[in-house]
């Protein structure tokens, strides 16, 4: 059973940079493709940004394409996100994913969850 702790979140202003970590534990992180969704209030979970468990080829959803960058420290079981230029729109409880096989944008799709870490972005 594979746990996955996020950390990082907090209280920003637009413009702002942000950097979000996922810690994962009970397994080995390089085991299991890696990814962060967000869900915004009223709104349904979404996909952010995956990176894949053996070459590290990464993927992002259009509206952070070029903000934000997605990395892996396989040595520390950690996956973060690096997020630049926050804009409003940006503000949602971020949630780290894991997936044992190949790596998917669609949240039914994945097979651990973190608890979420809150980012909010005042303009």
């Known amino acids: 059973q594979v746990q996955l702790v996020e950390s990082g979140g907090g209280l920003v202003q637009a413009g702002d940079s942000l950097r979000l970590s996922c810690a994962a534990s009970?397994?080995?992180?390089?085991?299991?493709?890696m990814g962060w969704f967000r869900q915004a209030p009223g709104k349904e979970r979404e996909f952010v940004a995956g990176?894949?468990?053996?070459?590290?080829?990464?993927s992002y959803a259009d509206s952070v394409k070029g903000r934000f960058t997605i990395s892996r420290d396989n040595a520390k079981n950690t996956v973060y996100l690096q997020m630049n230029s926050l804009k409003s729109e940006d503000t949602a409880v971020y949630y780290c994913a894991a997936r044992i096989s190949m790596w998917s944008t669609k949240k039914d799709d994945m097979d651990y969850w973190g608890k979420g870490t809150l980012v909010t972005v005042s303009s």
């Open positions: 009970g397994g080995t992180s390089s085991s299991y493709s």
């Open positions: 990176i894949t468990r053996r070459f590290g080829f990464t």
